[in-house]
C-alpha cells in the first residue's frame, strides 16, 4: 500500500523521501529512498506512516517526530496502538492525524484509497493536499482515534463479507451446486453485492494474486475481535472469523484474502 500511495504524492508533486524495511520494495521513479525512518523523515514537514503493526510504527518514527512536525498515521493499527501513537506525538510536540484507509492494492495504485481521518480542526488545511493525491474521498471522523475506530467498523463488514463468500463457494461446490449458478440467482438483485462477484470469481478461477493479503487481513480481524472484547461486546463471528482467517495464515498468509476459502475447501 504504501508504495504506490508514495509514487502518487511524487506525482502530485510531493518531494518524497522513503524507508521500508525492505529497501527494494520501495525504490521507484519520484521516490527518494534512505537507510532509516529518521533519516526519510529529516527535516520533513509532513511524516506519513503506512507499515502493519503498531510496534514498527512506533520504532520507525522514534527518531522522526519534532516539534512542529504533522505526523499522518494511516496504517490499520487498532485502538491501542493508535492511543500509543497520539502518546508519543504529544511528548514529541507533533500534530497527529489518525487517518486509516479503506482500499486494497488496486484502488491505492490509482489514487482512489477512501481516506478515514480524525485530528485537530487546524490539521485539515496542511493535511488535505496529502489525502487528495492518494485518495478519491476524505471522511473527516472527529478527533484522533474515531478514524480507528471507524475503520474497525468498516474491516468487521468487509472481512465479515470475504469469509461469507469464501463459505458459500465451498458449501455450493460441497453440495455439487455449481457455484456460477449461485452468482447468477443472486446477482443484480437485493442479496447482490459488488464483492460477492469480484472474490467469487476469482475463487472460482484459483486467482489469489493479492489486493489485500490473507496475513494481513488476519491481522485485522484480531484488531476488530481485541476492540470487541475491550468494548465488553459478545461477538461470536467476528472471534470465528479471526480464528478461521489465522488458521490460514501458514499456508496462505501471502495469497489474496479471499484464499480463507482454501481453510474451508483444502481439497481445491
Known amino acids: 500500500m504504501g ?24 525504490e521507484q521513479d519520484g521516490v527518494e529512498v534512505l537507510d532509516s525512518p529518521a533519516d526519510a523523515a529529516r527535516d520533513a514537514g509532513i511524516v506519513l506512516t503506512m507499515l502493519a503493526e503498531a510496534d514498527t510504527v512506533l520504532d520507525a518514527v522514534g527518531e522522526a517526530l519534532g516539534d512542529g512536525t504533522l505526523w499522518l498515521q494511516m496504517s490499520t493499527i487498532g485502538i491501542d496502538g493508535t492511543v500509543r501513537c497520539g502518546e508519543l506525538a504529544r511528548e514529541r510536540g507533533a500534530t497527529f492525524v489518525d487517518a486509516p484507509v479503506l482500499g486494497t ?3 491505492a495504485e490509482a489514487g482512489e484509497l477512501v481516506v478515514i481521518a480524525s485530528g485537530p480542526d487546524d490539521a485539515r488545511q496542511r493535511a488535505e493536499p496529502v489525502f487528495d493525491a492518494v485518495g478519491k474521498r476524505t471522511a473527516w471522523a472527529g478527533e484522533a482515534g474515531a478514524g480507528t475506530r471507524l475503520k474497525l467498523v468498516a474491516n468487521a463488514w468487509i472481512l465479515s463479507l470475504v469469509e461469507a463468500v469464501g463459505e458459500t463457494m465451498a458449501l455450493s461446490e460441497g453440495l455439487g451446486v455449481d457455484p456460477n449458478a449461485f452468482l447468477d440467482v443472486v446477482s443484480g438483485g437485493a442479496m447482490d453485492v459488488p464483492y460477492l462477484q469480484l472474490k ?41 472469523i479471526r480464528d478461521r482467517m489465522a488458521e490460514g495464515i501458514e499456508e496462505h498468509g501471502d495469497k489474496d484474502m479471499a484464499a480463507t476459502y482454501l481453510t474451508s475447501a483444502p481439497d481445491r
Open 3 to 26: 508504495r504506490p500511495m508514495a509514487a502518487n504524492l511524487a506525482a502530485a508533486g510531493f518531494r518524497v523521501h522513503g524507508w521500508n524495511r525492505t529497501r527494494e520494495k520501495a
Open 105 to 107: 492494492k488496486g484502488p
Open 200 to 240: 467469487g470469481k476469482a475463487i472460482l478461477e484459483g486467482d489469489f494474486e493479492p489486493a489485500f493479503r490473507l496475513r494481513l487481513a488476519a491481522k485485522d480481524a484480531a484488531l476488530v475481535a481485541d476492540a470487541a472484547r475491550d468494548a465488553g461486546l459478545d461477538l461470536p463471528l467476528v472471534v470465528a
